[in-house]
């Protein structure tokens, strides 16, 4: 039986760490602000404006997630690499016959952007929403496994019914991913064929 997959982008997919560094120091250079870049980087995950308003005041976070989003593509885009096994994983859903979907909070057209520049082509990419809110998509596409890095990405695949896999690539460890309800955790996508191999006639 075919199946969908569901996967993060951040820190699931691609080390966006390098390009979002570059982004936050540009965008303190334009406003003036004073943004520690590589302590944001090390909490990658929730929504843009959950990390700006430890920098701006909330009436302005608004106006400057959009000066954000607005430089991102030229700034991060460039910076940010796939991680390892990123292909893999999306050629292992491929080769069973299912579907590959991107769910991300990430703002959409820099998430297809980032793919775009990798070579990363997933069946769908849907953005713009975070933690229990990836359930829209993951019910919408019928997906039965949600792969994340992050404690939001669990509440995710749990809020659908999904089976959540969790990598060990982003902020979260092992044991906090465990503790949020993961079903498996890998310690990256390197792993994830092998696991999916054994999965499906499992499932079966």
């Known amino acids: ?65 959009d000066v954000y989003r607005e430089i991102y593509p030229t700034v991060a885009i460039a910076e940010t690499p796939a991680l390892p096994g990123a292909r893999e994983a999306i050629a292992a859903v491929r080769e069973t016959g299912g579907r590959a979907i991107v769910v991300t909070a990430k703002y959409e057209p820099n998430a297809k952007l980032h793919l775009a520049h990798l070579g990363i082509e997933p069946d769908a990419v849907i953005g713009d929403l975070w933690a229990e809110q990836k359930a829209e998509a993951l019910r919408e596409y019928d997906a039965g496994v949600y792969v994340g890095d992050h404690v939001g990405d669990v509440r995710g695949a749990r809020t659908a019914g999904a089976l959540s896999v969790a990598v060990a690539t982003g902020p979260c460890p092992p044991e906090e ?28």
């Open 1 to 65: 039986m075919a199946i969908t997959v569901g996967f993060d982008l951040d820190m699931t997919l691609i080390d966006s760490r390098p390009g979002i560094r570059a982004c936050y120091q540009e965008l303190s250079e334009r406003t003036g602000t004073y943004i520690d870049a590589d302590l944001a980087v090390t909490r990658l995950g929730p929504p843009l404006a959950e990390e700006l308003i430890n920098w701006f005041p909330a009436g302005e976070v608004e106006t400057v997630a």
């Open 177 to 204: 991913l465990r503790a949020a309800g993961a079903d498996i955790v890998l310690t990256d996508l390197t792993e994830f064929p092998g696991w999916l191999s054994d999965y499906r006639p499992a499932r079966a």
